[in-house]
């Protein structure tokens, strides 16, 4: 972790107890920011390939945008989880778990009570992950 990250600046140590719990906070905040104003109604129906977007649109719209969409609202909690912990890699495998998730209960799969737990699961673990000082991060 760098000091760039925002938990370096609230409590100096983000491997004590109280470091792993102010870092599931925030990156807890930064999700909720992520995936509700931050995301908009126009990705909120874009990113699911089975939803109608056709409002938005003049025309018919582009074959594929959902791919676009889904990939646009997974990389704005990339960069939250990157800003958050200072960790790039961590950025990164939030890119593409967020987008599995949000892709399988696009599909129906899941619903949005479980599709929130995977992602604030996540969110534990990244915090877990900086509190055991993965050296890979």
């Known amino acids: 972790m760098t000091e760039l990250s925002i938990i370096a ?8 107890v109280q470091g792993v719990f102010f870092m599931f906070l925030a990156l807890a905040i930064g999700h909720a920011l992520a995936d ?10 874009a990113k699911n390939r089975h939803g109608d977007i056709t409002g938005y649109f003049a025309k018919t719209p582009p074959a594929g945008v959902w791919i676009h969409a889904l990939t646009a609202h997974s990389l704005i909690h990339a960069g939250a989880v990157w800003l958050i912990t200072g960790s790039a890699v961590l950025g990164m495998i939030e890119l593409v778990l967020h987008w599995v998730i949000d892709y399988v209960k696009c599909e129906g799969w899941t619903g949005f009570n479980t599709d929130q737990l995977l992602h604030y699961v996540c969110k534990l673990i990244y915090a877990m992950i900086i509190y055991l000082g993965v050296s890979w991060i």
Do not use: V
Request: net charge negative.
């Open 9 to 16: 600046f609230s409590t100096g140590d983000p491997q004590s």
């Open 36 to 45: 509700f104003p931050l995301q908009g109604p126009f990705l909120a129906d």
